[in-house]
């Protein structure tokens, strides 16, 4: 099966400063990557993703890297804003479906200060 | 569609006693997805299902924990008989497939004394 690796498992930033959280994966037949952010006493919600077929993709302020070859993907926020504050989660999936489903990492609690 | 929707949000109860989680998952989605969250161990999967079929319950932790989905809107997570070691947060998840994202529910906070 798959196994991720997130780091950091907490991330403390100032405000406007860009953050950085990274994920490396074991299986490089992993061919799906979304990441997750879950508020405080609310579900993890999905904040973007992406697919083995594209190197990078860019959401406003957050984008999504991806290197096939060393097995790990990144998660980038730029110029943070408080209420980026939260736990983010990344995830590695096998093809195939099934029983191949999304393996998560640990988490990153992100703390961005006022 | 109201995404996946939890009963009940918070529950407390007594080592020894029945607790059961609700979820009723996004319409049209073949994946459910039962987790169970704490400070000490993350985000675990506990167990999935597809079309309503149990595919892999190996998160379980005991034979305590049972799950059933009986149609497709509606999954069940039992606790029999409650410990405390048991508390926690419960997520439910539901997909269209496993390369697509995940919709969590708001979580049921379970604390047993």
């Known amino acids: 099966g798959e196994n991720v690796e997130q780091h950091p498992s907490t991330l403390s930033v100032q405000e406007g400063d860009s953050a950085v959280i990274k994920c490396t994966y074991s299986?490089?037949?992993?061919?799906?990557f979304p990441w997750y952010k879950q508020e405080l006493g609310k579900g993890p919600q999905l904040i973007i993703d992406?697919?083995?077929?594209?190197g990078e993709k860019k959401d406003q302020r957050i984008a999504v890297t991806l290197n096939k070859t060393a097995k790990h993907f990144s998660l980038h926020i730029t110029e943070t804003q408080p209420e980026d504050s939260a736990v983010y989660f990344c995830?590695?999936?096998?093809?195939?479906?099934?029983?191949?489903?999304?393996?998560f990492g640990r988490g990153t609690s992100l703390i961005v200060h006022p | 569609d109201a995404g996946v929707i939890q009963s009940p949000r918070h529950e407390v109860t007594e080592m020894g006693q029945e607790v059961t989680l609700r979820c009723k998952p996004i319409?049209?989605?073949?994946?459910l997805f039962w987790y169970r969250q704490t400070m000490m161990r993350g985000l675990e999967l506990l167990i999935y299902?597809?079309?309503?079929?149990?595919?892999?319950d190996s998160g379980m932790p005991e034979d305590r924990f049972s799950a059933k989905m009986p149609n497709a809107s509606f999954s069940t997570l039992k606790i029999q008989p409650s410990e405390p070691r048991d508390s926690a947060v419960y997520f439910c998840?539901?997909?269209?497939?496993?390369?697509?994202?995940?919709?969590f529910g708001p979580g049921t906070r379970l604390l047993v004394l």
């Open positions: 299986d490089s037949a992993s061919n799906y």
């Open positions: 998840a539901s997909s269209f497939s496993t390369q697509e994202t995940q919709y």
């Open positions: 992406i697919r083995s077929n594209v």
């Open positions: 319409s049209g989605h073949d994946y």
């Open positions: 995830a590695a999936t096998l093809p195939g479906g099934g029983s191949y489903i999304p393996t």
């Open positions: 299902f597809n079309n309503n079929v149990p595919i892999d």
